[in-house]
């Protein structure tokens, strides 16, 4: 049964940082591009961070390139996700996930992934 679990969510202040991991057990984490996404209330999930599997190559929604940093660690099953100088746009529930038919990401993200995490919340207030 493969299954996704975040942690490391919660209340920052703006220009603060968090990193957000994500646990993955029964599945392979290296054989499958992987990817972050994030929801904010009343507004449709939308992918920031996708990171390949061969060849490690990563992609950023323009909103969070330069300030989101993807990475995995493929021998722990584990995905991360830095983020650096966050903003109050930034807060939303944040999701990782993947497409067991997608090895390599190509700057677009879809909504059909077969394994979604159940989100941690990401606050950004003063």
């Known amino acids: 049964q493969v299954k996704l679990v975040e942690s490391g969510g919660g209340s920052v202040q703006p220009g603060g940082s968090l990193r957000l991991s994500c646990a993955a057990s029964?599945?392979?984490?290296?054989?499958?591009?992987m990817n972050w996404f994030r929801q904010i209330p009343g507004k449709t999930r939308e992918g920031v961070a996708c990171s390949s599997s061969a060849d490690d190559t990563k992609y950023y929604a323009d909103s969070v390139k330069g300030r989101f940093a993807i990475s995995r660690d493929n021998a722990k099953n584990m995905v991360y996700l830095e983020m650096d100088n966050l903003s109050p746009d930034d807060t939303a529930v944040y999701f990782c996930?993947?497409?067991?038919?997608?090895?390599?990401?190509?700057?677009?993200?879809?909504?059909?992934?077969?394994?979604w995490g159940q989100g941690t919340q990401v606050t950004v207030t003063s």
């Open positions: 029964g599945l392979n984490l290296g054989d499958y591009a």
């Open positions: 996930a993947t497409d067991l038919r997608i090895r390599y990401c190509n700057g677009e993200w879809y909504l059909d992934q077969d394994y």
